[in-house]
């Protein structure tokens, strides 16, 4: 008997088709069938113990898998299952091996056809062993012992994904990989399929037949043992957003091909069956939301070993190739770029050739911009010659308008009819072709790619120093505002260095390059238009929100014009970086040194401030985050404000940032540190700078635990030399002991004017307890917050007893608290009396009813300072803003912002609040 492709998984599915008195049959011959078949019996204590995954486990580790299946079909016939013995039979020996046979022929050309660049003599077509261990892993179960059935895997162009797929197929259709899992592997390319108009899945699966007589009936008879892979998602630029009305579950119902893999991968059609999803990070994020709890994966590329041992293959020279990788090392952008692996050839082919000139690497190393530019002349520079032919200036001309147009047409496979638009023949495609900077497209016919998308944005950025956009012959090419608005504002997700490339041409080295080339060039003109552009965002009154930061400052390090830098950055007092890598954290430090008008700055980091390798040492990347926090909080004596709500801090990044806090050059007055998992050690460290700083005079700890360390801060806050005035303890899960520090706190503190306590477990007991602090004439304090802090109607008689006695609160907020109508009634006691100098209070999701408005409205017809009062989210119905209405009407009545939530009042209500803010248009009532 032919031997099968599968192993103990397949048997175990044959297993599980046995009923269960069927199964003991099974067992009771097992004992003698092995004999008759003249092989060795089974330990029959272990076969009368095992389930039918260990008996399928127990076959294939005793036998060889064709005797294994041989001793099962037999013993099926006796019992009566024919049907199993006809089907396996056919799966061992019929058109899944056929498919198979087809699968590895079509992907070992495809793997050839691919091989373009050394990468691949690197790369080997076999799997290494780490490869081999991260394709197993892919549907491994996870924990609970449920199989993984939907991974998605994340990767930058260029990264491997499409490679890695082909690998995967390669390696199932070669009995390597899976053969216990999946019948059926299906690959399907988004890049394909955007063509297709109408489909089917039927249709789609036949393809991969060479006779178009896929045996279909066969295939979906069992879809548990189905494998779909889709590549290349986002070419469909599609987020699986229908209505599942629209979805289909005949899965030979022909619908458009965005509805056909909606339903398979929203598992419409084969619930049961495994899917693969291979995807850019720029893929919707409603993907992952549409999908049945998906696993993501990433592919990284290239690890750093593995980039030092492509230095060694490319360069031979052990010495040569240390040094380049030295300096590349040292330019964190470009050795991030490095990962993907055609541009690691492309970077280690560009100084290979510097370095053979005898040319000084360090400079080419310094800058991204530099490295691409001295690549594409090398290409374009016949060998041999000191400068380029005509020939060479003609193409990369062509190939730059070409490049430009697919970047603003977001196009980036090219047919021969858009490169004869830009000027660039069928002659010319075996040229640049043989140069490596174009690629056939294996998806189309006569259809070409850049090698990798940065090739792309290179030249597309080179287009705008050689020609005006109006000489474009496509007229979607936009102007240089237009790009770098565009750019800037990170409007478009594939451009990823254009902006960039376009500044990094700017600088004098590159221009040399570009009149030693072309002999012409208009960089001076668009240093103009880029200075022209930046000034008009200035004139903004908030020029940070115009342009993202962390985007310009990327431009401004490639160009490194340390004047037009300190020009630029002198627009921006207020910055929001978002720090995902330490390429982030060099070129937004180099810009903040320049920005000498920075007053606040928001900060978050994707990773923690400090993070330990495996040996407990402090990790390179972390020294840097750290170091990068202290420069900019020593370099920026005008900064008052710093956010870093949402960043992990550890301790060392909490001591790093005390020191900086007391540096003399350092004036910050306001620290934001929510949700920063800050501990009692932490807490400790603030207090003492709480002690010994007058400048610090805002600090927001909230969403942290800080039972152990409140303590802390309270002490300090007792002092009379502390300066602080806001402080934000909100969701910090403070305890019964907290709320006697705070006590102390309010009694003492003269500065402390803004105290917020929201979603706390306060409740009228420890309530009562800080407004005998309140009312006491030493008590300072402005502004208080407990929002939903489990305060009731008895809650509400202690605050009314503060208001009258206390003349410097002005800010009560008490959403989300349930006080009802009683404690309403009980705090406008105190609201009401001439005394009280409230001027904002909050009511909001209190439960509140009309009821309570005739109080309500009392206050609103006494009180001479009550200027804001928010009712939002509260049942009240027409009767009740009648009333309040009467007493908004009245001349005593000096309430400017009544807060309401208008989409929650019923028709009539509505309708009666438009009528009279149409009769007042200077009406006070506003919707939340």
Not at 725 to 751: A, F, I, M, P
Request: proline fraction near 4%; charged fraction near 25%.
């Amino acid at each position: 008997m032919a031997s099968s492709f599968f192993p103990d998984f397949g048997l175990m599915w044959y297993l599980e088709e046995l009923k269960r008195d069927e199964f003991k049959k099974f067992k009771d011959l097992l004992r003698k069938e092995p004999l008759e078949l003249g092989l060795k019996p089974l330990p029959w204590g272990e076969v009368k113990r095992a389930t039918r995954e260990n008996l399928a486990k127990l076959l294939t580790v005793n036998f060889e898998e064709e005797q294994a299946w041989n001793v099962t079909l037999s013993i099926f016939h006796k019992i009566g299952r024919k049907d199993l013995c006809e089907k396996a039979k056919k799966e061992i020996t019929g058109h899944a091996k056929t498919y198979q046979a087809h699968i590895k022929e079509k992907f070992s050309n495809l793997w050839f056809q691919e091989a373009r660049t050394r990468i691949h003599e690197y790369l080997d077509q076999e799997n290494a062993r780490k490869e081999q261990e991260s394709l197993q892993r892919l549907f491994a179960p996870k924990r609970t012992g449920k199989w993984t059935r939907t991974v998605i895997l994340l990767g930058p162009q260029g990264v491997g994904k499409t490679t890695y797929l082909v690998k995967l197929m390669l390696a199932w259709a070669e009995g390597n990989l899976f053969r216990e899992r999946f019948s059926y592997v299906f690959y399907f390319c988004c890049q394909e399929l955007k063509q297709l108009t109408k489909t089917s899945l039927a249709a789609l699966i036949s393809r991969d037949w060479s006779d178009s007589l896929a045996p279909l009936q066969e295939i979906t008879s069992q879809p548990e043992r189905l494998l779909f892979i889709i590549d290349s998602f986002e070419e469909l630029k599609h987020d699986l957003n229908e209505p599942e009305s629209d979805l289909c579950s005949d899965w030979t119902e022909k619908r458009p091909v965005q509805v056909v893999l909606s339903s398979l991968l929203r598992k419409k059609i084969f619930p049961e069956s495994s899917l693969l999803i291979a995807a850019k990070p720029v893929y919707p994020r409603k993907l992952e939301l549409s999908l049945d709890g998906p696993e993501i994966r990433e592919l990284l590329g290239f690890s750093e070993t593995d980039r030092k041992l492509y230095f060694y293959t490319i360069f031979r020279d052990r010495n040569r190739a240390m040094e380049a990788f030295r300096l590349v090392r040292e330019n964190k952008q470009l050795f991030c770029m490095c990962q993907i692996p055609v541009l690691c050839w492309a970077v280690c082919t560009c100084l290979k050739q510097e370095m053979d000139k005898g040319r000084d690497l360090a400079p080419t190393c310094q800058h991204t911009t530099s490295i691409f530019t001295s690549f594409i002349f090398g290409l374009f520079t016949p060998k041999g010659a000191g400068c380029p032919d005509q020939q060479s200036q003609r193409l990369l001309k062509g190939l730059c308008f070409l490049a430009a147009e697919g970047m603003w047409t977001d196009t980036f496979v090219f047919s021969e009819e858009d490169l004869e638009r830009n000027g660039l023949c069928d002659s010319d495609i075996p040229a640049l072709l043989g140069l490596k900077v174009l690629q056939k497209c294996r998806a189309f016919e006569k259809s070409y790619a850049f090698i990798h998308m940065c090739i792309q944005e290179f030249c597309a950025a080179m287009f705008y120093l050689l020609s005006r956009h109006a000489q474009h012959p496509n007229p979607a090419v936009g102007s240089l505002e237009a790009l770098l608005l565009t750019f800037l504002k990170r409007v478009n997700v594939y451009w990823i260095y254009l902006g960039c490339f376009l500044f990094g041409l700017l600088r004098e080295e590159e221009q040399k390059k570009l009149d030693a080339f072309f002999g012409i060039h208009l960089a001076q003109e668009i240093q103009q238009k880029c200075h022209q552009f930046l000034q008009r965002i200035a004139e903004n009154e908030h020029p940070w929100k115009q342009v993202d930061f962390l985007a310009l400052c990327y431009c401004l390090y490639e160009m490194r014009n340390e004047d037009f830098v300190q020009w630029a950055m002198d627009f921006f007092q207020a910055v929001k970086l978002s720090i995902i890598d330490d390429a982030d954290l060099v070129v937004s430090a180099y810009c903040l040194k320049h920005c000498s008008g920075l007053r606040t700055l928001w900060v978050s980091a994707l990773h923690d401030f400090e993070e330990e390798d495996e040996e407990g040492s402090t990790c390179s990347g972390c020294v840097l985050r750290l170091c990068w926090l202290k420069f900019v909080l020593t370099h920026s004596p005008h900064l008052k404000c710093l956010n870093l709500s949402g960043t992990k801090l550890s301790r060392n990044a909490v001591k790093l940032l005390c020191e900086a806090l007391n540096n003399p050059t350092c004036n910050i007055e306001e620290l934001l540190l929510a949700r920063c998992w800050l501990s009692v050690e932490d807490c400790s460290a603030f207090s003492q700078i709480l002690r010994s700083s007058r400048k610090l005079l805002n600090l927001n700890v909230s969403r942290n635990y800080l039972v152990p360390g409140a303590p802390l801060l309270c002490k300090v806050l007792c002092k009379p030399d502390c300066a602080l005035r806001v402080l934000d303890l909100g969701h910090c899960y403070l305890d019964q002991h907290c709320w006697t520090n705070l006590y102390e706190v309010l009694l003492c503190n003269k500065s402390l004017i803004h105290l917020d306590l929201t979603s706390n477990i306060l409740k009228d007991k420890k309530l009562k307890l800080l407004c005998e602090a309140l009312k006491e004439p030493g008590c300072h304090l402005r502004s208080l917050w407990i929002l939903k802090c489990l305060i009731t109607a008895a809650g509400c008689r202690e605050l009314a007893s503060v208001l009258p006695v206390n003349p410097n609160l002005r800010n009560l907020q008490l959403g989300y608290n349930d006080i009802e109508d009683t404690g309403v009634k009980l705090l406008c006691e105190g609201l009401t009396h001439p005394s009280c100098r409230l001027e904002i209070l909050g009511l909001g999701e209190c439960k509140l009813t009309s009821a309570c408005c005739q109080d309500i409205s009392s206050v609103l017809t006494s009180s001479k300072t009550l200027r804001i009062l928010n009712l939002g989210g509260n049942a009240l119905d027409l009767s009740g803003m009648v009333v309040l209405c009467e007493a908004l009407r009245h001349p005593e009545c000096t309430l400017q912002v009544l807060s309401l939530k208008k989409e929650e009042l019923d028709e009539e209500t509505q309708r009666f609040l438009m009528d009279e803010e149409k009769k007042n248009p200077k009406w006070p009532i506003i919707g939340e």
